[in-house]
């Protein structure tokens, strides 16, 4: 190990990005623990009716599996991120793809705006574009290190 690897000092910036991003996908893990699990508190909580338990309770394995990437490769990629970790940069790209195809197809093929409604839907959508910028942030962050590579 290097003595630049021993001494690690973190930026306010990435620290900063971090802690956003652990208090946003913090959210999302509690969604997906509730909603898989099938609370009928938490479905009461948010005024879903029974057309949006019906959409969760019939939810497809594939959608499910890009659903769990995308929740779970976010949490990794900031501990990636916190452990200067070259691979966040990837996890990142993983966790963005996961999130697009997921909207992609239920957007597009299961009615999904329509279904959880505007609010929801637009939430979902800010939060692909904030995981985008992630992912560009990992970039620049590692940058120096993909250099070294080639």
């Not at 909603?35 to 057309?51: A, I, K, M, P, W």
């Not at 769990?68 to 991120?81: E, K, P, R, Y």
Request: with cysteine; net charge positive; charged share 15%.
């Amino acid at each position: 190990m290097s003595k630049e690897e021993k001494n690690i000092r973190y930026s306010w910036h990435l620290l900063l990005i971090v802690a956003l991003f652990l208090f946003l996908y913090g959210i999302a893990v509690y969604d997906y623990i509730m909603t898989v699990s099938h609370n009928q508190g938490y479905f009461e909580y948010l005024r879903y009716d029974q057309t949006v338990i019906d959409y969760f309770t019939n939810y497809p394995l594939g959608l499910l599996i890009l659903w769990t990437i995308n929740v779970f490769g976010g949490i990794v990629t900031l501990l990636l991120m916190l452990m200067k970790k070259e691979i966040a940069f990837y996890f990142s790209v993983a966790t963005f793809i996961s999130m697009f195809l997921l909207d992609f197809i239920t957007f597009g093929f299961r009615n999904r705006w329509n279904v959880i409604g505007t609010k929801a839907s637009a939430t979902d959508i800010l939060m692909l574009i904030l995981t985008s910028g992630l992912c560009i942030y990992n970039y620049f962050l590692f940058e120096k290190s993909y250099r070294r590579m080639l």
